[in-house]
């Protein structure tokens, strides 16, 4: 997939089913890595999509009328918890994380918000690897896992 113009905007309900259907081809490839709970909450339902529509913004990003990447974020901890941050396989390496972090980034400082944080398996190495280059590091706190599944927390402390 050749990415030339990719437009990031606020989710709309009409979206949940396409988005629900993104995280599950996202993650499909580490499925065996993660206890059958931890997928299945990692890849809510479009029912499950509209909840999270209540609780914070949700982005989708687009390549023309395909979409190609999703994240939510909700307000928690005196900070933005950012979950459900998923870009196809295909899409991959375009850059197309890095426009929803940005577009995470420029909410919270809008918002006045000052710290960044987001769960994630140590299998993620890509991911990861994302989330250093944009300033995020490993920090104690918990949760350490997703039913079974291990996790660690990253943050990113913002200069609002």
Do not use: C
């Amino acid at each position: 997939m050749r990415v030339n113009l990719t437009e990031v905007r606020i989710a709309a309900p009409g979206d949940a089913t396409a988005i629900s259907l993104l995280l599950y081809e996202s993650f499909a490839e580490y499925k065996t890595l993660y206890t059958d709970e931890g997928f299945t909450a990692t890849t809510p339902s479009s029912k499950q999509i509209l909840d999270r529509m209540d609780e914070g913004p949700i982005w989708v990003a687009l390549v023309g009328d395909a979409m190609v990447g999703t994240v939510s974020v909700v307000s928690k901890d005196k900070g933005l918890y950012i979950r459900g941050m998923a870009v196809l396989p295909a899409a991959r390496g375009k850059r197309i994380g890095q426009l929803l972090l940005s577009h995470i980034e420029n909410y919270a400082v809008a918002h006045d918000v000052k710290r960044l944080f987001l769960s994630t398996t140590p299998f993620l190495d890509h991911a990861i690897r994302l989330y250093q280059r944009f300033g995020f590091r490993r920090t104690d706190e918990g949760p350490h896992d997703l039913f079974g599944t291990s996790l660690f927390t990253m943050e990113k402390v913002l200069r609002v």
